[in-house]
């Protein structure tokens, strides 16, 4: 009978954290400029790398949430001033798994280094308009306008 026990108590934990993965995510996107998004991490791995998570605007950061993740804050954040759009792609065939379904790809430099986004077609106007909506008299890097896919 004890097995039985255990085996419950691990099914009960895995329970709670998916319903606490759940909660967090449905949270951080009933804020005001949450949008569902993905960033590849590894950008050398070929087709790799990609993580799923939420993006948050918070003033002249972009807050990246890890969705596997219970970490109340963001894991990583980006500088308005420090983002230059590059291009705008489809993902290629091995990237499809890891980004959101109709997911555009959008390579952005951030202070030099190649960061990727992947966000929704719905998502890329908004995030666009973040961009170039900084204040009046802020540092601006010149951004180039992704074409459409």
Request: aromatic share 6%; hydrophobic share 50%.
């Amino acid at each position: 009978m004890q097995f039985i026990e255990i085996v419950l108590a691990v099914l009960a934990v895995i329970v709670v954290l998916i319903l606490a993965l759940v909660v967090r995510r449905r949270i951080l996107l009933r804020a005001a400029g949450a949008v569902d998004m993905a960033l590849r991490i590894r950008v050398g791995k070929a087709g790799g790398g990609w993580a799923l998570g939420v993006g948050r605007y918070a003033g002249d950061q972009l807050e990246w949430f890890r969705a596997l993740s219970l970490m109340p804050r963001p894991s990583r954040m980006l500088s308005r001033s420090a983002i230059a759009v590059e291009r705008q792609r489809d993902p290629d065939s091995v990237e499809t798994w890891g980004v959101q379904p109709r997911a555009a790809v959008l390579e952005c430099s951030v202070d030099g280094t190649l960061v990727q986004l992947a966000l929704t077609p719905d998502a890329i106007p908004g995030f666009l308009s973040w961009l170039e909506s900084s204040p009046p008299g802020s540092a601006q890097t010149h951004r180039a306008r992704p074409r459409p896919v």
